[in-house]
């Protein structure tokens, strides 16, 4: 009837799937595989307990090496949006509730290790819950020393009051001045301000691009003359970039939407410890200023230099936050209470 439902030999071993390949190399899966003839092709599901699912998905969102109380928080985290991506069941009509990407978590990239299975069972069954529903637990790479609240993608804040920008301190304070182009352009350029997330490479990072670059995104404006930000969001992430042009100007409305528009694979960020990196087609994050540095009346050629900070949405916990934070002892119920408002630990039965 077009499928094949595959059990393994044995259940600590898995099924390996060889013609797929991952960061770990072949990667092998709990529980049963479905293959499926679908048009576009053969579809593979693999059906399996949450908690196993949870083994392969915090090696392959949070390096192994991280401070356990770290790890327990990312575990926490995982399920409970694998929990509430279970009852939006997007993937409905493919009999699934996820993929194995960044849409939804990165599953079973990175092999599993003693660590990463000891984070999962030590909190097996908890959830964080806002009142008596399961949070939206978003997390992302590093911050920038603050995070945004949700209302970066439109949400209305009272539907997720607990995603509320913070700033990476002890104080856990929200630095409303950042909202301000000047007051969060020097916040951004300061490599020395000491937060939980400060110590890693993408805490501050810069890039150029230049005029000629952009107007290969942006058609029908003329030649780009000048990029601002015009509105920023709590944190200081960017919200509405105007790109102006010699015959119109052009709105980018939304962090992910101003990260795609100004990223390109060429571009080379230098990271704040020194090394650089380029090959990503999105800029790292929203939280950006950027500023003409360079012009050639000649050519009309124009560069602009960008000064950012943190890799991510800027939602919820920073991977790299909650490293920092357990490095100074802080275990995983402080960790979630801070980056979730007002939330609570509970657990769930199988």
Not at 120 to 136: H, I, L, P, R, S
Not at 238 to 251: P, V
């Amino acid at each position: 009837e077009g499928r094949i439902v595959l059990e393994p030999q044995s259940v600590k071993t898995g099924i390996a799937a060889e013609s797929i390949e991952r960061a770990q190399g072949t990667p092998s899966y709990y529980g049963t595989l479905e293959i499926r003839k679908e048009p576009e092709g053969l579809l593979l599901i693999n059906e399996l307990d949450i908690e196993d699912y949870l083994t392969r998905v915090v090696p392959s969102e949070m390096p192994s090496s991280y401070e356990m109380e770290a790890l327990k928080a990312q575990a926490v985290c995982a399920r409970t949006y694998a929990y509430r991506q279970i009852k939006a069941n997007a993937y409905s009509r493919y009999g699934a509730h996820v993929d194995d990407s960044t849409n939804y978590q990165v599953y079973n990239n990175t092999v599993s290790s003693e660590r990463t299975d000891a984070a999962v069972k030590e909190t097996c069954g908890q959830m964080v819950f806002y009142g008596d529903k399961a949070a939206e637990t978003y997390y992302f790479s590093t911050s920038c020393g603050h995070t945004t609240d949700g209302t970066i993608w439109g949400a209305d804040q009272s539907a997720v009051p607990y995603l509320k920008g913070v700033a990476l301190t002890d104080g856990r304070t929200v630095m409303k001045e950042l909202k301000d182009n000047d007051s969060f352009e020097t916040f951004i350029k300061d490599k020395k301000v000491k937060t939980y997330d400060s110590s890693f490479p993408m805490y501050r990072w810069e890039t150029k691009f230049t005029n000629r670059d952009l107007e290969k995104k942006v058609s029908g404006i003329g030649e780009i003359q000048a990029v601002f930000v015009t509105e920023r969001g709590t944190g200081g992430i960017a919200k509405k970039l105007k790109i102006y042009g010699s015959e119109g100007e052009k709105i980018v409305s939304g962090e992910s939407q101003i990260r795609s528009i100004l990223g390109d694979e060429s571009l080379v960020y230098r990271k704040n410890d020194g090394k650089t990196q380029t090959g990503w087609s999105s800029m790292p994050s929203a939280y950006i200023a950027i500023d003409e540095t360079a012009r050639d009346e000649e050519s009309g050629l124009r560069t602009f230099t960008v000064w950012g900070g943190g890799y991510g949405h800027g939602v919820g916990m920073s991977q790299n936050g909650a490293q920092g934070m357990a490095k100074e002892g802080k275990d995983y119920e402080s960790i979630l209470k801070f980056f979730y408002s007002g939330t609570e630990l509970r657990e769930i039965g199988g």
